[in-house]
Nanobody, 122 residues
């Protein structure tokens, strides 16, 4: 099993910045993708950003140019740098890792963190 621990959420003023982190531990050999989702009250969970093992990234249009995702293959950790935050960025942010459990298996597993609250408000 793999456990994910997220950190870095909090309350920030509009225009401010936050850095979210996601640390994986347990039976993980390497990650295939690290994904950040968010879910605002009354809304569906949405994909915010993705980074794969070779560094290719994807961003939702709503955060493009303001958020930066990164992943560290050596430590199986991920980060989401968030700049120019807006009140509409307020949500619980979830880390998701799709990973290989061993060097010899091609099966991809998925693990989720419990989420960290980000609130953007004056």
């Amino acid at each position: 099993q793999v456990q994910l621990v997220e950190s870095g959420g909090g309350l920030v003023l509009p225009g401010g910045s936050l850095r979210l982190s996601c640390a994986a531990s347990g039976s993980i050999f390497s990650f295939n993708t690290i994904n950040w989702y968010r879910q605002a009250p009354g809304q569906a969970r949405e994909l915010v950003a993705t980074v794969n093992s070779v560094g290719s990234t994807y961003y939702a249009n709503s955060v493009k140019g303001r958020f930066t995702i990164s992943g560290d293959s050596a430590t199986n950790t991920g980060h989401l740098e968030m700049y120019s935050l807006k009140p509409e960025d307020t949500a619980v942010y979830y880390c998701n890792i799709e990973y290989y459990s061993t060097r010899y298996s091609s099966a991809i597993w998925s693990a989720w963190g419990r989420g960290t609250q980000v609130t953007v408000s004056a």
